[in-house]
């Protein structure tokens, strides 16, 4: 079970591009731009996805979903968050899904941050 301190570490978490410039090592916009339209495009089809399963009972199918969000999570600086869906994902791989209110919460974030990206 997630203590309060865990909660607050991912909430307070905000999504970044800074691992795109550390990739290319300078900031260089055009990519950022094609990067981010990528990520936008991929966030929204596994969101759609990741809904889809949670709300039809799928939680098996669900964790698949949530592992290629985890790494979008990874990509936009989101360490603690990363971790919270790590530990969702495993316990979605046993059918339990009572990190989806706390999951949705940073999928709200991220989704939040894309659009103004």
């Known amino acids: 079970m997630l203590g309060m301190d865990d909660t607050a570490n ?3 978490e905000t ?16 990519f950022e731009q094609k990067f981010v339209a990528i990520l936008k495009q991929e966030f ?8 889809f399963h949670i709300k039809n009972e799928e939680p098996r199918a669900a964790a698949e979903i ?4 985890k790494h979008k999570l990874s990509v ?4 603690e968050s990363f971790i ?14 009572e990190l989806d209110s706390e999951f949705k919460k940073i999928l709200k974030v991220v989704d939040t941050f894309l659009e103004t990206a």
């Open 10 to 12: 991912y909430i307070e």
């Open 15 to 30: 999504p970044n591009l800074s691992y795109v410039v550390e990739l290319v090592g300078t900031s260089d916009f055009d």
């Open 44 to 51: 929204t089809s596994d969101l759609g996805k990741y809904l």
């Open 66 to 69: 949530v592992h290629k969000l």
């Open 76 to 79: 936009l600086g989101m360490k």
């Open 84 to 97: 919270l869906a790590e530990r969702h994902q495993m316990e979605l791989q046993t059918g339990n899904t």
